[in-house]
Each structure stands twice: as C-alpha cells, then as structure tokens.
C-alpha cells in the first residue's frame, strides 16, 4: 500500500514539474518568438518522464525521489539558461541526455556497489591521475587552472576525481579499526587540497574537504578527528591567504565589493542588485535584467532565478537541495553494507557542500570561489557527473532500501 501512495505522491509531483516547464517555455516562446524553447521544454520532459517509466517499471525498489527532485533542478535550470541564452540550454540538454543515460545505465547494468568496494587502489590512481593531468595539461579559465581542451570541447578533471575520491576514501576506511589506517587517505586528502589550491580552483578544495570530512566521520564515529581536521584547515586557510594573492584578493572582494564594484567585485555587486530587485515574488520570467551580471549562466545562476522568481523561488530550489541531501543520507541509513553507506554519505556531502559553497558565494554569506550549481548551473563537466553520482545514490538506494 505504501509503495502505491510513494507513486501516486512520485507522478504528481512529476507533473507538477511538467506543467511549470511547459508553461515557463511557452512565456519564454512567446515573449521572445522562438518555437525552439517549447520543443526544448518537451524533449526534456519526454526524457525524465522515459526515465522514471524505466526505473519505476523495471526496479521498483528504491527511492525514486532521488529522480523526481534532480529532475526537478535541472528543469529550472533549462528554462533559466534558455531565457539567458537559447545556445546555453540547447547545450546542457545534451549534457542533460548524456547524465540521464548514464544514471539510467548506472541502475540497470551496473553491479551491486557492494561488488566494487575492494578497488581502492584503482580509485586513488584514477583520482591522483586526473589532478595531476589537470596540472599539467590544463588551461587558464577566469584566474583557474582547471580546464583541459581537446579541440572546442572542455572538461573538468577535478570534477571526475572527486567521485573517485569517494570511492577511494569508502573502500579504505570500510573495515575502520585503528588510526594507522587513517594515514595514507589523510595523505591523499591534503596532496589533493595541494593540488587544487595551486589551481586555484578554490571552491573545489573546499568540496574536497567537506568529502573527506563526512566519510572520515562516518568510518570512524571520532569527533576528535573531525575537530582536529578543523582547526588544521584553518592553518591551511591563513596559509593560503599569505601565500596566494588570488585568495587575498577573493577576501577583500567578500569583505567589500562595493569598493570595486567596477572591477573585482563588479560580479558580487550585480548578484546583490538583481537579487534585491526581485523581492519576495520575483520580476517575472523574461522581465528581469539577468545578464547584466557577468557569467550568470555558470556561477551566478541563482541570483537570475532569484531576480525573476523572487525569494520564494530562491527557496525552492534550496529546499529542493535539502530535500535531495536528505534522500541521499535516507539511502546512507539504510545501506546494505559499510562500502555502500559511505560513499552515499560521500555523494550526499558533495551535492550540499557545492550547492551551499556557490549559493553562499552569491549571496556573500561567504567570499565566492566559482563552482556551478549542481543540475542548474551550465556545464558538461558538472552535469554528467552530478547524475552519474546520483545514478550511484540510487543504486544504492534499490540494494538497501528494496534488499
């Protein structure tokens, strides 16, 4: 009887998702005069609706809301973009297709997470090889050497190590016995910071930590570890703001940003204007001034949805992320195995830690660091592997929940 309610409560909120799309692209189709967006908008609807028919027919243990409220982020991040620039969005369906594939393939062909747990040492090369990758071969984007292209194509390796960062840090510490076995993915976890730090891809680093927190408590049920890798971040935070000028500058910008508002701080000064512009209920979608603020399609996505939707429509999409964390941490409680628990913890901290790290960024509660907003903001990179880890929570989910 409870599964039959869980369905009923599942399509209607799918529906719900459906009616707002449509009726967003239909405004943006008429305001601007461009058919494309209403068959943009029934294509992405046609590919969640096939994609929870399939997860729901053929595997229905689980939890699908994991499905239903990514589907939900990732609807209102198209019909942002596609306001902002139709090609951003023509783009992230693709990126959108190839996610929900993987999640969808994920569920279907992969084998019990259990089955891989023994792989550490393939997860910690995989991981340390793409950092060091990025390194080497990576460009400069926006003060960041992050960004690795093969012809026009670009992509993050940071974000592909990090799943394997979960995985490496699951599989060590599964079988927690004594602080010895704490020594090397403590290694690994500050050579990975190193790395990133030197990038200067901040924000990230930050996502890193807060992993490696969550899964070293988690194994090891010892604040004490937990309270000491505080305090030692603090170490590494005033470290980095004497040694790097980029991070200095990044604080001043925080402290202050009116004080360069047409420089540094330009972008931090118009996410607060257009923020405050929208109010309680917003400007109204196609009525607001959302590219007025430099890179809003990627970093500074929510301050549109916030300037044209309001504070109400700024708090959806943050309850829609409480509500997805707290899915995943559902699905960590009722694991089948150690291995499993972890990594759901893992991937759970990952999309809340991003999430709040770039919200809080945007509307400086903390200095900005530049990372995507996880199935809203535009990106390749941040798109597949956000479904492909949510295709693992999933997964996860069926074995526990439905074992």
């Given at each position: 009887m409870g599964s039959i309610v869980n369905h009923a409560e599942e399509k209607s909120i799918l529906r719900l998702v459906y009616i707002i799309?449509?009726?967003?692209?239909?405004?943006?189709?008429?305001?601007?005069?461009?058919?494309?967006?209403?068959?943009?908008?029934?294509?992405?609807?046609?590919?969640?609706?096939?994609?929870?028919?399939?997860?729901?027919?053929?595997?229905p243990d689980g939890d699908k809301y994991i499905l239903v409220l990514s589907a939900f982020l990732t609807e209102a991040g198209l019909i942002m973009?596609?306001?902002?620039?139709?090609?951003?969005?023509?783009?992230?369906?693709?990126?959108f297709t190839i996610g929900i594939t993987a999640f969808i393939l994920i569920v279907v062909v992969f084998?019990?997470?259990?089955?891989?747990?023994?792989?550490?040492?393939?997860?910690?090369?995989?991981?340390?090889?793409?950092?060091?990758?990025?390194?080497?071969?990576?460009?400069d984007v926006r003060g960041s050497k992050n960004w690795i292209y093969i012809g026009s194509v670009g992509f993050q390796p940071s974000e592909f190590a990090k799943i394997f960062i979960?995985?490496?840090?699951?599989?060590?510490?599964?079988?927690?016995?004594?602080?010895?076995q704490l020594i090397l993915p403590g290694l690994v976890i500050m050579f990975s910071l190193a790395m990133l730090v030197i990038q200067t891809d901040l924000g990230m680093a930050l996502i890193y930590f807060c992993i490696s927190l969550a899964i070293v408590y988690i194994a090891t049920s010892n604040i004490r570890y937990v309270i000491a890798a505080f305090f030692l971040s603090i170490l590494g935070a005033v470290g980095s703001f004497f040694m790097f000028s980029h991070v200095r500058n990044r604080v001043a910008i925080w402290i202050d940003p009116w004080a360069t508002a047409t420089a540094g701080g330009h972008q931090i000064v118009q996410s607060l204007i257009a923020?405050?512009?929208?109010?309680?209920f917003g400007t109204g979608l196609n009525l607001g001034h959302p590219t007025y603020i430099p890179e809003v399609h990627n970093d500074f996505i929510f301050a549109a949805i916030c300037e044209e939707f309001g504070l109400l429509g700024g708090i959806a999409v943050?309850?829609?992320?409480?509500?997805?964390?707290?899915?995943?941490?559902?699905?960590?409680?009722?694991?089948?195995?150690?291995?499993?628990?972890?990594v759901a913890v893992g991937i759970s901290t990952m999309i809340g830690a991003q999430a709040f790290i770039i919200i809080g960024g945007v509307i400086k509660l903390i200095p900005l660091t530049?990372?995507?907003?996880?199935l809203?903001?535009?990106?390749?990179?941040?798109?597949?592997?956000?479904?492909?880890?949510?295709?693992?929570?999933?997964?996860i989910s069926e074995t526990g929940l439905g074992g």
């Amino acid at each position: 009887m409870g599964s039959i309610v869980n369905h009923a409560e599942e399509k209607s909120i799918l529906r719900l998702v459906y009616i707002i799309s449509i009726i967003a692209f239909s405004i943006i189709a008429l305001y601007n005069k461009d058919g494309m967006a209403i068959i943009l908008g029934l294509f992405s609807i046609a590919l969640i609706s096939y994609s929870h028919f399939i997860i729901r027919r053929y595997f229905p243990d689980g939890d699908k809301y994991i499905l239903v409220l990514s589907a939900f982020l990732t609807e209102a991040g198209l019909i942002m973009l596609y306001r902002i620039k139709p090609y951003y969005a023509i783009r992230q369906l693709g990126w959108f297709t190839i996610g929900i594939t993987a999640f969808i393939l994920i569920v279907v062909v992969f084998p019990d997470i259990e089955g891989i747990k023994n792989l550490k040492y393939f997860y910690l090369a995989m991981a340390i090889g793409l950092l060091c990758i990025t390194q080497i071969f990576a460009s400069d984007v926006r003060g960041s050497k992050n960004w690795i292209y093969i012809g026009s194509v670009g992509f993050q390796p940071s974000e592909f190590a990090k799943i394997f960062i979960i995985f490496y840090l699951s599989s060590a510490l599964k079988d927690f016995k004594s602080k010895k076995q704490l020594i090397l993915p403590g290694l690994v976890i500050m050579f990975s910071l190193a790395m990133l730090v030197i990038q200067t891809d901040l924000g990230m680093a930050l996502i890193y930590f807060c992993i490696s927190l969550a899964i070293v408590y988690i194994a090891t049920s010892n604040i004490r570890y937990v309270i000491a890798a505080f305090f030692l971040s603090i170490l590494g935070a005033v470290g980095s703001f004497f040694m790097f000028s980029h991070v200095r500058n990044r604080v001043a910008i925080w402290i202050d940003p009116w004080a360069t508002a047409t420089a540094g701080g330009h972008q931090i000064v118009q996410s607060l204007i257009a923020i405050a512009s929208g109010g309680l209920f917003g400007t109204g979608l196609n009525l607001g001034h959302p590219t007025y603020i430099p890179e809003v399609h990627n970093d500074f996505i929510f301050a549109a949805i916030c300037e044209e939707f309001g504070l109400l429509g700024g708090i959806a999409v943050i309850i829609a992320y409480f509500l997805l964390i707290y899915r995943g941490f559902r699905a960590a409680i009722y694991a089948s195995d150690t291995f499993s628990r972890l990594v759901a913890v893992g991937i759970s901290t990952m999309i809340g830690a991003q999430a709040f790290i770039i919200i809080g960024g945007v509307i400086k509660l903390i200095p900005l660091t530049g990372i995507t907003l996880p199935l809203i903001s535009y990106g390749g990179s941040s798109m597949v592997i956000s479904y492909v880890a949510l295709g693992v929570l999933q997964k996860i989910s069926e074995t526990g929940l439905g074992g």
